[in-house]
Nanobody, 125 residues
Framework: QVQLVESGGGLVQAGGSLRLPCAAS????????MGWFRQAPGKEREIVAT????????RYADSVKGRFTISRDNAKNTVYLQMNSLKPEDTARYYC??????????????????WGQGIQVTVSS
């Protein structure tokens, strides 16, 4: 089991940027595919971006392509989500997730085994 802790959220104006780090406890962090998801009130949890263990396979939701960047530092057991050109519709609780023994950028919620508590991102217009 992996403990995941997100940080870096908050309130930002439309057009602004935020960087969300997610720190993982696993000593075998490099064996996990990692993902960022988000959930707005009254909506289902949706994929934002995913990355495989070696950063050679990365996928983004269409809604964030060209604005968000996912990356990871296996030496620091951390995955990042850089969010630029933020829009009010990006407002949601953002969750970091880990998928064990999956070597590609896992895209489905049910592929992930461990989840962080989430962190709120609010974009004002």
């Amino acid at each position: 089991q992996v403990q995941l802790v997100e940080s870096g959220g908050g309130l930002v104006q439309a057009g602004g940027s935020l960087r969300l780090p997610c720190a993982a406890s696993a000593r075998t962090f490099s064996r996990y595919a990692m993902g960022w998801f988000r959930q707005a009130p009254g909506k289902e949890r949706e994929i934002v971006a995913t990355i495989n263990w070696s950063s050679t396979n990365i996928r983004y939701a269409d809604s964030v392509k060209g604005r968000f960047t996912i990356s990871r530092d296996n030496a620091k057991n951390t995955v990042y989500l850089q969010m630029n050109s933020l829009k009010p519709e990006d407002t949601a609780r953002y969750y970091c997730a880990a998928a064990a023994q999956i070597w590609y950028a896992a895209y489905r919620v049910d592929e992930y085994d461990d989840w962080g508590q989430g962190i709120q991102v609010t974009v004002s217009s």
